[in-house]
Nanobody, 122 residues
């Protein structure tokens, strides 16, 4: 079965950097768009960044110029490099794969990782 496992969260001071990684099993990620979401305490989950199969990227306005999404198809991973972190970046970060745009049969499912906590505080 498809599993997404995030790693790399932790605590960092404002202005610092953290790198997150999402490792997939049970599926080859290379044909699919991958996304990172985050959910801050008391707030709705929001899209942070996405990367297409061709490597095109898009970011939420709040993280543009600070975060970089990348993928390594050989390792079946997607990464999120977070720089110049702010307290408002504090959230649980989730890796997300949605197969519903690609299939119309039983493969048409979406998958979330378990999330990894990022705390930005002095």
């Amino acid at each position: 079965q498809v599993q997404l496992v995030e790693s790399g969260g932790g605590s960092v001071q404002p202005g610092g950097s953290l790198g997150l990684s999402c490792l997939a099993s049970g599926i080859d990620l290379s044909p699919y768009t991958m996304e990172w979401y985050r959910q801050a305490p008391g707030k709705q989950r929001e899209l942070v960044a996405e990367i297409t199969s061709g490597g095109s990227t898009d970011y939420a306005e709040s993280v543009k110029g600070r975060f970089i999404i990348s993928r390594d198809n050989a390792k079946n991973t997607v990464a999120l490099q977070m720089n110049s972190l702010k307290p408002e970046d504090t959230a649980v970060y989730f890796c997300y794969l949605d197969l519903r745009p690609y299939y119309f049969d039983s493969r048409a499912a979406n998958y979330w990782g378990q999330g990894t906590m990022v705390i930005v505080s002095s």
